[in-house]
């Protein structure tokens, strides 16, 4: 096991009605103003914005809000947020959505606290490093990016096409609401793009070059099995409060770091994937499930066993031949995939045949024109990056 430092501070408050805990215990830390951050119009349509307003107000709380947070969001509504939060001087930030609006919120949040620096020039960029930031919590909508635990956050700055995440602890928001009844309203394809993405945030720890890492091979194989066990539920069965309850409780402990402990990540395929959304503005886990397989069955010889024993795991496959098991457990991920309704290949995911000039412009970006390779596991460079899209063309 690698040595680590492990610090995920945020508290949890889970369960039916969660959310309507938030105002106490956001004047708790001290706040008196608090910035509301939504997206765009759910938790209107649905009436939540409405609810958490008045549970802040009953907390002797003032609030603005600010919506309109898109999907893959977007680093010029982070700037135009931060100048309105400065303004109106709010103290607390409190995102209301799924990962898209939360991490416009670790942004906001950033900047406010940093305002003599850019968020994206300096601060993603890495330019300088950031001692504080302003309090921020959660009430999550959507199981789905983890971010309400995670130590990253991601932007796409619309000018350049580039979809880049920023990794610090001060990323880790002070509290999540999560109240499984909140995700009832997620359209179909989302909740399905959550389950993929909650998977590969435990998949992208799990294939590294560590090896001997006992405790949390059992917690990242445990929660593979239970999220694929509950998503057809989550997907098939209306409201049906077991299964959102499992897969959001899987959401947050897939990316908080806990199914990595000891080892390197990964991240490849996320990488691979964040190029596809910064230039045809996909969905997120979608992007995952389109690269995945062909991550996999181009990356399988790095490790053989690795693959055979998750195919026994996952799908009880049992082969003599470790090479067959692996190529199986592969075609068992993919057909999984088909069965909650995800792509695995271009034309599946929405964005048609690609040819040779785009695949080449999606290497470049994910490894900064083949100066960079990426992950640990097989690191790609921009010759496997090219293959593995052409693989998923
Ligand atoms: O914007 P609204 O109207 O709220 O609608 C959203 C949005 O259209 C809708 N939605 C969410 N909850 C709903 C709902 N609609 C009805 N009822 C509800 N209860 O779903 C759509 C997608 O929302 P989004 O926030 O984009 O989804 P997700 O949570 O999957 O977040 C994706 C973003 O997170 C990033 C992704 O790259 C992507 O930008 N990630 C963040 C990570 C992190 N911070 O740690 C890690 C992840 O790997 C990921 O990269
Ligand atoms: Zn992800």
Request: charged share 25%; hydrophobic share 40%.
């Amino acid at each position: 096991m690698k040595s680590f430092e492990y610090c995920c501070p945020t508290e949890i408050i889970f369960g039916k009605d969660a959310e309507l805990k938030a105002g106490k215990k956001i004047k708790a830390c001290g706040a008196s103003k608090v910035l509301v951050v939504y997206g765009g119009g759910s938790v209107k349509r649905n009436g939540l914005l409405d609810r958490i307003g008045t549970n802040l107000t009953t907390a002797g709380l003032q609030y603005i809000t600010l919506g309109g947070v898109k999907p893959n969001p977007v680093v010029s509504f982070v700037r135009d947020g931060i100048k309105l939060a400065l303004r109106e001087k709010v103290d607390f930030i409190l995102a209301v959505g799924g990962g898209s609006v939360i991490d416009t919120a670790k942004a906001l949040a950033h900047g406010v606290a940093n305002s003599k620096y850019d968020i994206w020039d300096d601060i993603w960029q890495k330019k300088v490093e950031i001692h504080k930031t302003t309090p921020l919590a959660s009430v999550l909508t959507l199981a789905a990016a983890g971010s309400e635990t995670s130590d990253s956050a991601v932007l796409t700055n619309e000018e350049t096409g580039q979809k880049r995440g920023l990794s610090m602890v001060l990323n880790r928001p002070r509290m999540a609401f999560m109240n499984p009844e909140l995700t009832y309203s997620a359209p179909k394809f989302q909740v399905a793009c959550g389950i993929g993405d909650i998977l590969m945030h435990t998949l992208e720890r799990y294939f590294s070059k560590d090896k001997d890492n006992y405790m949390t091979d059992f917690i990242a194989e445990g929660l593979l099995k239970n999220v694929i066990a509950f998503s057809h539920d989550a997907l098939e069965k209306e409201n049906d409060y077991l299964s959102r309850s499992e897969i959001m409780y899987c959401g947050s402990l897939s990316h908080c770091d806990l199914t990595g402990l000891g080892r390197q990540k990964d991240f490849s395929v996320h990488k691979l994937g964040h190029e596809l959304s910064g230039k045809f503005d996909v969905t997120h886990g979608a992007s995952l499930t389109t690269m995945w397989a062909s991550w996999a069955r181009y990356s399988y010889k790095t490790d053989i066993a690795r693959f055979a024993r998750l195919a026994n795991v996952l799908w009880q496959i049992d082969e003599k031949d470790a090479e067959t098991a692996a190529l199986k457990g592969i075609d068992k991920m993919e057909e999984y995939f088909h069965s909650i309704g995800l792509p695995t290949c271009f034309s599946e995911l929405g964005i048609g045949v690609q040819d040779e000039k785009n695949i080449s412009y999606l290497a470049d970006m994910c490894t900064d024109g083949g100066s960079k390779t990426v992950g640990n596991f097989k690191p790609i460079a921009k010759q496997d990056a090219i293959n593995m899209y052409k693989m998923a063309n």
